[in-house]
């Protein structure tokens, strides 16, 4: 069954990656594209400019800033993008890149636990 799963983009791509599509608003700091081995970017699909910074990584705003993304992805041009995401998984690996340093507290986060319950993942 194909999975997905989130990486930070400045690590090695691996073969198991399938699809790897980066997920954040901006470009990462230090990584040429030639380097990042990026599928696609959908920087449409990561949080606003607003939450982002509301948000900045701290990990006490957690609860709030995931809340706020979810409904954030229920905007009409962002849940086409999550359809988009989640028909790839039918067909092999997906792997959602981010830039932040915090593995646990990102938008890729947030997006892939959406995914997976769209895929009726625990179900």
Known sequence: MP???V??????PE???GWRVLV???WPRG??????AVDEWFKEIAPSNALRKWFGHDPQRWAGFREKYLKELQTTERKG???GILER???GNVTLLYAARDAAHNNAVVLMELVETLMGVGE
């Open 3 to 5: 999975m997905i799963k």
């Open 7 to 12: 990486k930070r983009v400045h690590g090695p």
């Open 15 to 17: 073969a198991e990656d």
């Open 24 to 26: 954040d608003r901006i």
């Open 31 to 36: 990584l040429s594209r030639d380097n990042a």
């Open 81 to 83: 993008m999550v359809q």
């Open 89 to 91: 998984t039918r067909s």
